[in-house]
């Protein structure tokens, strides 16, 4: 079975990711990438950028295609138009299918107006709005403004615009559940849920009652057809995740979950066999 990795990092020169994809039994490299992306039949990966919005920075193999990050800082009226000139080139790009958002590591809302010209601009280019939900990495980030509950106000103020609560929520899945049950165009990534290797024997096992806490509020949602494989590459091992989404998701629904949504949600364009 194809799939689609809807959220990683790619970040090939930066040390922090080298010792990350190391600890999970990788290396950061386009080439350590393919071929781990080949074995396990990952035929395309979503990066979620986070590297400012100059056109050179975000270049990727073709394999991959992007999310455009947008920090909330470049949104003050001064520098607003200047981002937006920039974002809309990004959107542009075929290979450019979303926008991505980072609540928790900047202290604002996403429900808050100063959003309002990027959404309107997502729904304009018909592309996602991809936001980072649930906990954060180390101590600086605020977890109240990453709350899934957050995702209800831009996403009843904005229905035709489509937007992915990354990680799910974790570890709040019964608010981003009720945030999905409520609202249709709000869908899910299973991003980030496990760090570095893991024997997931063991895991399952000794981690019965969350395995049990996430399949119970997947199922409140009601709708697989918007939740959405992803990594959080170089964070897990891939053969790893693969099975562990493969344990978490019933199999009737693994197809939609580990392909078939991210081309929809995202609207890729794949080469039919």
Not at 167 to 196: R, T, Y
Not at 203 to 223: I, K
Request: proline fraction near 5%; charged fraction near 25%.
């Amino acid at each position: 079975m194809d799939m689609i990795d809807a959220h990683l990092h790619f970040c090939e020169e930066e040390a922090h990711f080298c010792q990350i994809a190391r600890e999970a039994g990788h290396e950061n490299t386009e080439a350590h990438l393919r071929e781990a992306f080949s074995r396990n039949h990952i035929v395309k990966g979503i990066v979620m950028g986070n590297r400012g919005l100059s056109l050179e920075r975000h270049q990727y193999p073709d394999f991959l295609v992007y999310c455009a990050g947008v920090d909330v800082d470049d949104l003050k009226p001064e520098r607003l138009q200047r981002t937006l000139d920039q974002l809309e080139l990004h959107l542009r790009r075929r290979e450019c299918v979303g926008i991505k958002l980072y609540p928790g590591y900047s202290s604002c809302y996403v429900g808050d107006p100063i959003y309002d010209p990027v959404y309107r601009l997502a729904g304009d280019y018909h592309k996602p709005a991809a936001i980072h939900t649930g906990a954060v990495a180390g101590s600086r980030g605020r977890l109240r403004y990453c709350h899934p509950l957050t995702v209800d106000e831009p996403a009843s103020r904005f229905p035709d615009v489509t937007f992915v609560m990354c990680h799910i929520g974790n570890p709040w899945v019964q608010d981003a559940a009720a945030v999905m049950e409520k609202n249709p165009n709000v869908c899910a990534d299973l991003s980030g849920l496990l760090e570095g290797r893991v024997d997931l024997d063991r895991y399952f096992r000794q981690q019965a009652g969350y395995v049990s806490y996430l399949r119970t509020w997947m199922e409140y949602a009601e709708d697989y057809g918007r939740i959405m494989y992803g990594t959080d590459w170089p964070l897990v091992n891939i053969a790893e995740y693969v099975e562990y989404i493969r344990r978490l998701v019933p199999e009737e629904h693994h197809e939609k979950v580990f392909y078939e949504n991210a081309v929809r949600i995202y609207g890729l364009e794949m080469e039919k066999n």
